[in-house]
């Protein structure tokens, strides 16, 4: 559009819209190309997140250096639309670290045997000794416990309760969910991973466009069905005894013509792949990829939960475990997904019990704990955090407003991240992203407007409406024109009044007040 802009042209014009580049989707897409005007609101609101990003980050960066240097500060505070939240992010979750006080608890597991399988129960406190998360925090009451428990030779089922739980499988990666799943489970760096799907992209041609926010497919490439599970077993003969199991006439929730924004999920393309010139990375995260695609063709992952409940010395005691009844989907993911919901343990299964059964009782363990402090964010941690903003937001209102909306795109977290660890905002602590002394005083400097994620979400949302056409532009940009000004002269204004107001102080009492004061504002 630039260019066509810069030569002055004002003909017709017409898009191709690719979503992979094998020959056929190329072909296809030949066949299908769509009129200019269709695709012109998307320039537009590319346009308005460029200006916007711009005019914040040239002029506040220049605003809060230079007050910082007036406060003692040497250094560029670098201030930006995206990445001023993104530190936010990170320097909340260090100083949530840094101020957590461990509580201690204590829990006591009970080993139980019925019908010759072994089991083990959780003791249950009484309310009046239990904190929100119903720990219990009375050391007395705990021991009490254990004493009554130690005594008892049986326990009794009191009450039982059976549910069939039916799991879907999961969509199609877009990018962010596929980052966040390659950091947690290859150990992938976010802009890796986004190196390596672009990758399989452009140079093996193996996967489809991987810069989606979209998890979903358009129901139109149901047709392409038959030919992309042909091409799978051409490229990867192991798994055709998985192929062979598939349903191909099974219709997932991934299908949804609804729910298709301007790219679809991330799926293996219409024609045979060499895995063979691909890196072992590069592999890995193919293998994800096909994984997710495949779980479509296969039925509901289902089990039945079983919850018991049991009666022992007065004391109350709780059981349950799962019994897979349809492994599903499940089975393109050998050795993952098998964690019970604390997602700590694999969960146990429960023998057939029934109310009034009387169960042995073979060990009482007491354990004092301590609560943990939160985790800091990894890499995929914290784009999952930038995608799924809505979860730091309490408003009701706003909540809902921002449940599809976050910090940034999906093609810029990942560089966003990547340029923060570079200008040494934060730092790589192993897998772990910690907040440095440079994030901490920027935070501590800016306005709570430019640091709050919630802003630039609400501004995704006004981008996102350009890119509908219901905004223009311009009238998008002078909204951000007119912030800016206004911040400015704000914090200049201020800087002038503080400058003014104590002339007596000495050079280190000034520059102290000035800090103070510009963190107080």
């Not at 083990?120 to 416990?145: N, S, Y």
């Not at 792949?273 to 296969?298: C, D, P, T, W």
């Not at 992952?301 to 005691?317: I, N």
């Amino acid at each position: 559009h630039e260019i066509l802009d810069l030569c002055g042209y004002r003909g017709p014009v017409q898009r191709l819209w690719l979503s992979a580049l094998n020959d056929a989707s190329i072909r296809k897409a030949l066949d299908a190309l769509r009129r200019g005007a269709e695709t012109l609101p998307l320039y537009h609101a590319a346009l308005a997140r460029s200006r916007a990003d711009w005019l914040v980050g040239m002029n506040l960066s220049r605003l809060f250096t230079l007050l910082g240097q007036r406060a003692g500060f040497q250094g560029v505070l670098s201030v930006g639309r995206v990445q001023t939240p993104t530190v936010q992010l990170v320097v909340q979750r260090d100083r949530e670290i840094a101020s957590f006080v461990p509580a201690p608890y204590w829990s006591i597991d009970v080993g139980l045997s019925a019908r010759d399988a072994s089991f083990t129960a959780h003791w249950l406190a009484p309310k009046g000794a239990v904190d929100e998360a119903d720990r219990c925090v009375q050391v007395i009451v705990a021991e009490r416990a254990a004493q009554n428990l130690h005594g008892a030779r049986e326990a009794h089922v009191t009450m039982l309760t059976t549910e069939r739980v039916r799991e879907p499988p999961p969509l199609p990666f877009d990018l962010s969910t596929l980052q966040e799943t390659c950091s947690r489970q290859l150990g992938l760096d976010v802009q890796e991973t986004l190196s390596i799907a672009q990758a399989l992209y452009e140079t093996h041609k193996a996967t489809t466009y991987p810069r989606t926010d979209c998890g979903y497919l358009p129901e139109s490439m149901l047709a392409d069905v038959p030919r992309v599970l042909d091409a799978l077993r051409a490229t990867d003969p192991s798994i055709a005894a998985l192929l062979a199991t598939l349903d191909r006439t099974l219709r997932s929730r991934a299908w949804n013509d609804s729910k298709v924004s301007a790219h679809h999920g991330i799926i293996p393309t219409l024609e045979p792949a060499n895995m063979r010139g691909m890196s072992e990375k590069e592999a890995a995260v193919y293998r994800l990829i096909r994984a997710h695609y495949l779980a479509q063709f296969l039925p509901a992952h289902e089990y039945d939960r079983t919850v018991a409940q049991l009666t022992c010395a007065s004391e109350t005691l709780r059981a349950s475990g799962k019994r897979i009844q349809v492994r599903g989907w499940r089975s393109v993911f050998p050795g993952a997904h098998e964690r019970d919901e604390d997602g700590d343990s694999p969960s146990q299964v429960l023998p057939a019990l029934t109310e009034g059964e009387r169960c042995g009782i073979s060990r009482v363990d007491i354990k004092a704990q301590k609560t943990q402090a939160p985790k800091p964010y990894t890499q995929g941690e914290l784009v999952k955090a930038m995608k799924c903003i809505a979860r730091f937001v309490s408003d009701p209102r706003l909540k809902e407003q921002l449940r599809e909306s976050g910090i940034g795109t999906e093609a810029t977290r990942g560089p966003t991240i990547q340029g923060l660890i570079a200008r040494g905002y934060l730092l790589k602590t192993g897998r772990a992203l910690r907040a440095s002394q440079s994030a901490q005083t920027l935070i501590d400097a800016v306005p709570p407007a430019v640091a709050d994620p919630v802003t630039t979400a609400v501004w995704e949302q006004a981008l996102d409406l350009v890119a509908q056409g219901r905004l223009s532009p311009d009238a998008f940009v002078r909204k951000q024109e007119e912030w800016v000004r206004q911040l400015v002269r704000d914090y200049m204004q201020r800087s002038i009044t503080l400058a003014t107001a104590r002339p007596a102080k000495s050079n280190t009492s000034a520059r102290r007040s000035r800090v103070s004061r510009s963190r107080s504002h």
